[in-house]
C-alpha cells in the first residue's frame, strides 16, 4: 500500500519539556487512522507538525510525499484540516462559506458553484444555505466544516478531535462521512479522546506524555492487552 504520511522519529521540544518524544509510525492511503490519547498526550502538537504549521525539533516526516521541514507549503496545498474549534465563519451563510474556502482552496468559480450545489444537497442544508452559520446548531456547523475541509479533492484530511461537544447521533453521521470519504480514497487521520471511536479506525496509535505507546487494528490491542474495549486498554496504558 501506498504510504501518505511517514513519521521517524518526530520530536518536538519546548526548551527542557518534550511534547512530542521521538514518535515513528507510517499512514496508508485510503486508511482511516485513529491518533488516540488523553488531553495534553502530544496529539495536537504532532498533528501541528505533520500539516506544516510548526516546525519539528528533529526526525523526519513526509505527508503526501513531501517534507515537513521543507515542503510545509505543498503539504499544505495537498491537505484538508478541521480544527478542534468550528472553523469556518459565523458571520457569512453556509453558501458564503463555502464560495470563501473554494477560492481561497484557488477552485474556479464554475467548479465552486457545482461543488456548493452538490455539497448543498448531500447535506439536505437546502433550507438554510442562507442563513449564517452562526444561528446553527454545533452538529451541522461540524459537518459542514469536514465537507468544506474536503471541497478540493485533498489525498489527506486531518481532523482535530471533530466530534467533541456534539450528541451520540450527530457523532454517527459524522463517522459515516468519514467512511464514505475513505472508501472514495481520502486517507482520514483524526485525533480523538472518545476512546469508543477507535473502534472505528483501521489502526490506531495511543500516545501517552508524547510517546507512541500502542499502534495497531482495535482488535489486535484489545487482544493484546486481553481488554474487552478501547477504552480498557487505554487506561491500562494510561496508567502504566
Given at each position: 500500500?501506498?504510504?501518505?504520511?511517514?513519521?521517524?522519529?518526530?520530536?518536538?521540544?519546548?526548551?527542557?519539556?518534550?511534547?512530542?518524544?521521538?514518535?515513528?509510525?507510517?499512514?496508508?492511503?485510503?486508511?482511516?487512522?485513529?491518533?488516540?490519547?488523553?488531553?495534553?498526550?502530544?496529539?495536537?502538537?504532532?498533528m501541528k507538525m505533520l500539516i506544516g504549521i510548526s516546525n519539528p525539533t528533529s526526525g523526519e516526516a513526509k505527508v503526501a510525499g513531501f517534507d515537513v521541514f521543507k515542503q510545509r507549503e505543498s503539504i499544505k496545498n495537498n491537505i484538508g484540516y478541521m480544527s478542534q474549534k468550528f472553523a469556518l465563519y459565523d458571520?457569512?451563510?453556509?453558501?458564503?462559506?463555502?464560495?470563501?474556502?473554494?477560492?481561497?482552496?484557488?477552485?474556479?468559480?464554475?467548479?465552486?458553484?457545482?461543488?456548493?450545489?452538490?455539497?448543498?444537497?448531500?447535506?439536505?442544508?437546502?433550507?438554510?444555505?442562507?442563513?449564517?452559520?452562526?444561528?446553527?446548531?454545533?452538529?451541522?456547523?461540524?459537518?459542514?466544516?469536514?465537507?468544506?475541509?474536503?471541497?478540493?479533492?485533498?489525498?489527506?484530511?486531518?481532523?482535530?478531535?471533530?466530534?467533541?461537544?456534539?450528541?451520540?447521533?450527530?457523532?454517527?453521521?459524522?463517522?459515516?462521512?468519514?467512511?464514505?470519504?475513505?472508501?472514495?480514497?481520502?486517507?482520514?487521520?483524526?485525533?480523538?479522546?472518545?476512546?469508543?471511536?477507535?473502534?472505528?479506525?483501521?489502526?490506531?496509535?495511543?500516545?501517552?506524555?508524547?510517546?507512541?505507546?500502542?499502534?495497531?487494528?482495535?482488535?489486535?490491542?484489545?487482544?493484546?492487552?486481553?481488554?474487552?474495549?478501547?477504552?480498557?486498554?487505554?487506561?491500562?496504558?494510561?496508567?502504566?
Amino acid at each position: 500500500m501506498e504510504k501518505v504520511i511517514e513519521a521517524k522519529s518526530l520530536t518536538k521540544s519546548f526548551g527542557d519539556f518534550t511534547a512530542v518524544n521521538a514518535i515513528t509510525f507510517h499512514v496508508e492511503k485510503g486508511e482511516i487512522f485513529g491518533f488516540l490519547g488523553a488531553n495534553g498526550a502530544g496529539k495536537t502538537t504532532a498533528m501541528k507538525m505533520l500539516i506544516g504549521i510548526s516546525n519539528p525539533t528533529s526526525g523526519e516526516a513526509k505527508v503526501a510525499g513531501f517534507d515537513v521541514f521543507k515542503q510545509r507549503e505543498s503539504i499544505k496545498n495537498n491537505i484538508g484540516y478541521m480544527s478542534q474549534k468550528f472553523a469556518l465563519y459565523d458571520d457569512l451563510t453556509v453558501k458564503e462559506n463555502i464560495t470563501f474556502f473554494g477560492g481561497i482552496y484557488g477552485l474556479s468559480r464554475e467548479v465552486i458553484k457545482s461543488k456548493t450545489q452538490v455539497l448543498i444537497k448531500e447535506l439536505n442544508l437546502e433550507e438554510v444555505e442562507n442563513q449564517l452559520v452562526g444561528s446553527l446548531p454545533l452538529g451541522w456547523k461540524q459537518k459542514i466544516s469536514f465537507s468544506v475541509a474536503l471541497l478540493h479533492n485533498p489525498k489527506i484530511v486531518f481532523l482535530d478531535e471533530p466530534t467533541g461537544g456534539v450528541d451520540p447521533i450527530t457523532r454517527r453521521q459524522f463517522w459515516e462521512m468519514i467512511y464514505k470519504a475513505a472508501n472514495q480514497g481520502t486517507t482520514i487521520f483524526v485525533t480523538t479522546h472518545y476512546m469508543d471511536e477507535a473502534e472505528y479506525c483501521d489502526r490506531v496509535s495511543i500516545m501517552v506524555n508524547g510517546k507512541i505507546e500502542a499502534l495497531d487494528t482495535p482488535k489486535n490491542l484489545k487482544n493484546s492487552y486481553k481488554a474487552d474495549s478501547m477504552n480498557d486498554v487505554f487506561l491500562k496504558l494510561a496508567r502504566g
